[in-house]
């Protein structure tokens, strides 16, 4: 019984498949808590606390700068296979770069008290197909912009435990382009480019 049970369970992890997804999280905030995976923030041992758990600054000294960035390069696919074209059973998105910067600035007021400021773009990306592909009056082209400007305080209550807290101004874009069949009676049909008014929002 006991092995059955193994051999089922074998079975089943055998047939399993992969799941990718597409996000625009972008969680790669300071080379430290990028090499402990995210398992930062019961550490915050560095400007980039701010983003991570803002408490963390009050154990800072004096005056801190984290600057830097993330090189992205995204890939990406979809498989139409009951495309009648072959050319289009399989279309990959086109070549993109970004680079997400990030500015975090600490400062220790006495023994107990620190403040500091962090701008970020902890959302965005984008996607770029092909302007002939065959979705492409759903969607040729996204853009999506996010910049964080986050002032935050922190206070050391006792030589254990600190509290922070911090406020963000957010500014944010999102624009939409795709292509649109265009007909004018008795004149002219045609495929043209078309683009989405920006959608720009403060919080």
Same mark, same amino acid.
């Given at each position: 019984?006991?092995?059955?049970m193994?051999?089922?369970l074998?079975?089943?992890?055998g047939i399993v498949s992969?799941?990718?997804?597409s996000?625009f999280?972008?969680?790669?905030?300071?080379?430290?808590?990028?090499?402990?995976?995210g398992?930062f923030?019961?550490?915050?041992?560095?400007?980039?606390?701010?983003?991570?758990?803002?408490?963390?600054i009050?154990?800072l000294?004096?005056?801190?700068v984290?600057?830097?960035?993330t090189f992205i390069f995204?890939?990406?696919?979809?498989? /139409?296979?009951n495309? $009648?074209?072959?050319? =289009?059973?399989k279309?990959?998105q #086109?070549?993109?770069t970004?680079?997400?910067?990030?500015?975090?600035?600490t400062?220790?007021f006495g023994?107990?008290?620190?403040?500091g400021?962090?701008v970020?773009?902890?959302?965005g990306?984008?996607?770029?197909?092909?302007?002939?592909?065959?979705?492409k009056?759903?969607?040729t082209?996204t853009?999506?912009e996010? /910049?964080?400007?986050? $002032?935050?305080?922190? =206070?050391?209550?006792?030589?254990? #435990?600190s509290?922070?807290?911090g406020?963000?101004?957010?500014?944010?874009t999102l624009?939409l382009?795709?292509?649109?069949?265009?007909?004018?009676?008795?004149?002219?049909?045609?495929?043209?480019p078309?683009?989405?008014n920006?959608?720009?929002?403060?919080?």
């Amino acid at each position: 019984m006991r092995k059955l049970m193994m051999v089922s369970l074998v079975l089943i992890l055998g047939i399993v498949s992969s799941a990718f997804g597409s996000g625009f999280l972008i969680y790669e905030h300071g080379a430290a808590a990028m090499g402990m995976a995210g398992a930062f923030v019961s550490i915050a041992n560095n400007p980039t606390a701010i983003f991570y758990n803002p408490a963390g600054i009050a154990w800072l000294k004096g005056t801190q700068v984290n600057a830097g960035g993330t090189f992205i390069f995204p890939s990406g696919s979809v498989s /139409l296979p009951n495309w $009648p074209s072959p050319t =289009f059973s399989k279309v990959y998105q #086109l070549d993109q770069t970004f680079f997400p910067p990030q500015f975090y600035f600490t400062h220790k007021f006495g023994s107990r008290v620190a403040a500091g400021i962090g701008v970020f773009a902890p959302y965005g990306l984008g996607t770029s197909w092909p302007v002939n592909y065959p979705l492409k009056y759903i969607c040729t082209q996204t853009s999506m912009e996010t /910049l964080f400007i986050n $002032p935050a305080v922190a =206070f050391m209550i006792t030589d254990n #435990l600190s509290i922070g807290v911090g406020v963000s101004y957010i500014h944010s874009t999102l624009s939409l382009d795709l292509v649109r069949n265009v007909v004018i009676p008795n004149t002219w049909t045609g495929d043209v480019p078309a683009s989405l008014n920006k959608a720009k929002g403060n919080a």
